[in-house]
């Protein structure tokens, strides 16, 4: 029986995050620049026996198994993997389900801001699709991914996640006032990139927020016309553009200044976007060797992105596990999107669901 796993990248946002939220995205065009790390969403599928629907998060600590006539049943606990399933049966297997064994998980908690459960949909999205023979590209995975979380399942967010987890590596994308979004991939020279990297720290304080909550009170803002909040994001949207000139160009120390500029603008946004626990991390990072930072994602808690002082790495970390817990880990950059394989049959022990 061929297995099949797949998986998508986990990005960070460098530039734009929250122009790519409707109303703002289809009214103004959003504007995002970010690129794809060394984390990911996998997806582990095979076909299942009978009319047997199979999902495994052991990440999450769920399992759930049920007939194709009550799946339902399963969408407390796999929400997310019922929304992709039914997606795929309706758009390639003629309406027709077909049984099924998927296991998941994820390099990074819920909440984290690296677009977690957006890589997850385009991860489960491409494998299942390949599992009944059909295989999308990056702009069709992309747009259905978005629809899944955005449109099936009304979960608030923009489309950066999706479309970063499909195509990988840096992008700068635009969205058209029709909701088509272009992707722009960026070529940076090895030796910017390196010293990206070099510089680059990855704080998680044990924080994770609702997305929804944040990105909610932004919407409101748009609509209400709040003036402050909608200057703040026609500043965020610029220096998405800004930010991708002086990447391109090699200037690191623009590209700080830069990424400190959007995150102020970032935080007024919407009252949740900071708290005194992220501005705390912030003071301790900053007095020990972080030139920049910003919170990747709606912001709230997840991951704090620092650009540091490379021969300040060490000193960084230890301060901030020091005096504000949590976490500090580097990351790599990655240049592919989303891809599966397959399984060659003698290097299976035996069938699980776990793959």
């Known amino acids: 029986m061929t297995v099949l796993r797949g998986r998508a990248p986990l990005r960070l946002g460098l530039g734009g995050g929250g122009t790519d939220v409707d109303p703002y995205s289809t009214e103004f065009g959003g504007r995002i620049l970010n690129a794809t790390i060394d984390r990911y969403a996998y997806a582990f599928a095979e076909r299942g026996l009978g009319d047997t629907v199979s999902f495994r998060s052991p990440d999450r600590d769920r399992v759930g198994e049920a007939s194709i006539e009550t799946l339902a049943s399963l969408e407390e606990d796999f929400a997310l993997h019922v929304a992709v399933y039914r997606r795929v049966i309706a758009e390639f297997n003629g309406g027709a389900p077909f049984p099924i064994q998927l296991a998941t998980q994820v390099d990074a908690p819920p909440g984290s801001g690296l677009g977690s459960s957006s890589a997850l949909v ?3 999205l491409l494998t299942t699709c390949e599992l009944i023979g059909v295989s999308p590209g990056p702009y069709e995975l992309a747009r259905l991914a978005w629809e899944i979380e955005r449109v099936d399942l009304g979960m608030a967010g ?7 987890a499909a195509f990988g590596g840096f992008n ?11 992707v722009n991939p ?8 390196a010293e990206l990297e070099a510089s680059l720290l990855l704080y998680f304080g044990g924080v994770s927020r609702l997305s929804s909550e944040v990105i909610a009170e932004q919407q409101r803002n748009v609509v209400e016309r709040d003036e402050d909040a909608l200057d703040a994001t026609h500043a965020i949207r610029a220096e998405a553009l ?3 000139d ?7 120390p623009g590209f700080a200044d830069s990424l400190l500029r959007g995150w102020e603008a970032k935080k007024r946004l919407a009252s949740q976007i900071s708290n005194p626990k992220i501005e705390r991390a912030y003071e301790v990072a900053e007095a020990h060797g972080m030139i920049a930072g910003k919170v990747s994602g709606a912001g709230g808690g997840g991951f704090l992105m620092m650009i540091v002082d ?8 230890r301060s901030l596990e020091r005096e504000c817990g949590g976490s500090v880990a580097p990351c790599l950059f990655t240049k592919s999107g989303a891809t599966t394989w397959r399984i060659p049959a003698h290097s299976r022990s035996k069938p699980s669901a776990n793959c």
């Open 246 to 252: 002086l990447l391109v160009v090699g200037d690191i």
């Open 158 to 164: 923009g489309w950066q996640d999706h479309y970063a």
């Open 186 to 193: 960026l070529r940076i020279r090895r030796d910017v990139i």
């Open 310 to 317: 490379p021969r300040r790495r060490i000193e960084v970390s």
């Open 122 to 124: 385009v991860a489960m």
């Open 172 to 182: 700068f994308m635009e969205a058209r006032h029709d909701g088509e979004v272009v």
């Open 242 to 244: 800004e930010m991708k």
